[in-house]
Structure formats: structure tokens, C-alpha cells
């Protein structure tokens, strides 16, 4: 009921890293710095998790994750990338060729394709689309994009920032 590793001599962990009971760390993982893994976890293959915090039965799969924070069931990946300051709650899944930044994703929030989410708050059950970019600088400063609750964006939307998109 440890951690399993199916093969050991590909995963390489920092000496500060804390793993919870029946995590499977895959190959070709790094978990580097100050980085918590939760129970029930299932980490890889080839990912890389720096820094950050997450929490039980998580998901991370060909994904990278520094200076973040994932909640119980959240799901991330593949070729995901979930940069500092990023805040994933219950049951958030992150997709393929996905990318976030300081952000928050609210409880069920869904971004799973190709899509650049910086710089924004997002509500709880929200559908963000295929190719959704939120378009936060504008030459001299970063800006913010609020998304509420259960809002649908659809594929191939561009959020300029400042915007405000309310719930539903």
C-alpha cells in the first residue's frame, strides 16, 4: 500500500518530495523541489511535477507542473502545461496541448484541448472550449479574465483581457 514505481531506474525524486500511500509514479517522472503527491495518485509516465502541491487521486500524464497546486481528483494531461500560480480544484481536467498560468479553475471546470488560459479566474462547471486563448498583455501589462460559473466558451475564442464573462 506504498508507492509503486513499475520502473524505478527512469523516476528521479528530490529528497524533500512526499508521496501519499497507493501513488503509482511511472516511468520517466521527475518530481523535483518541495513538490506533495496526495494518496491514490497516479503520476506519468513522463512527466515532471516541481514545486507544487497535489492532492489525492490525481491524475498527471506526459504533463509538466511547477509552482502549482492540484485538488482531490483533478486530471491533467496529456502534453499539458500548468505553470506557477496555478490553482486546479476538485475535479478541474486539463487537457492536450493545454496551458496555465496564474490561474484559477473552479470545482468541474473543463479545458481539455489546445487551449492558453493566463491570468484568469474561472467559475466552478465551466466548459472552456478548444483553441480558447484569454489574451492577457497588452504590450505594457498583464491583465485579467473572469469566466463565472457554469459558462459555455465556445471552440476558438479569444478573451481579450480585461473581460468579464458572467455566469451561465
Known sequence: QGVTMPDPGTVYIDAAVTLGRDTVVMPNTHLRGSTSVGEGCEIGPNSVLVDSVVADN?????????????????????????????????????????????????????????????DADIGVDVNVGAGTITCNFDGKNKNRTKIGDHAFIGSDTMLVAPVTVGEG
Open 58 to 118: 490525481c491524475r498527471v500524464v506526459s504533463s509538466f507542473v511547477a509552482g502549482s497546486m492540484l485538488a482531490e481528483g483533478v486530471s491533467v494531461g496529456p502534453f499539458s502545461n500548468i505553470r506557477n500560480g496555478s490553482v486546479l480544484e476538485a475535479g478541474v481536467r486539463v487537457g492536450n496541448f493545454t496551458e496555465t498560468k496564474e490561474s484559477r479553475l473552479g470545482a468541474g471546470t473543463k479545458a481539455l484541448h489546445l487551449s492558453y488560459i493566463g
